[in-house]
């Protein structure tokens, strides 16, 4: 997780729509970036998906516009 966010806002890739980041109040108080992407590694579904990357670009969540843009 940590090669895939780089340099990147962490708080990008949560999904605000599950459970745990939910019940744990994240976007109120998001966790520190190392706990974040801990819980992101052992929480598959706490990670924003679906997730494309090419090369340097990245899109996160479902965006038909940016997933074309992305591979054109």
Same mark, same amino acid.
């Given at each position: ?13 949560? #999904?605000?729509k ?6 744990? +109040?994240? &976007? ?6 190392? *706990? @974040?992407? %801990?819980?992101?590694?052992e929480?598959? #579904?706490?990670v ?6 090419r +090369?340097? &670009? ?6 038909? *516009? @940016?997933? %074309?843009?992305?591979?054109?």
């Amino acid at each position: 997780m940590e090669a895939l966010i780089g340099d990147s806002d962490y708080k990008l890739f949560l #999904n605000t729509k599950n459970e745990l980041y939910r019940e744990r +109040g994240m &976007k109120e108080k998001p966790p520190p970036r190392k *706990e @974040a992407i %801990r819980l992101m590694s052992e929480n598959p #579904n706490l990670v924003k998906r679906p997730l494309f990357v090419r +090369g340097k &670009k990245m899109v996160r969540g479902f965006d038909v *516009e @940016a997933v %074309r843009t992305l591979l054109t």
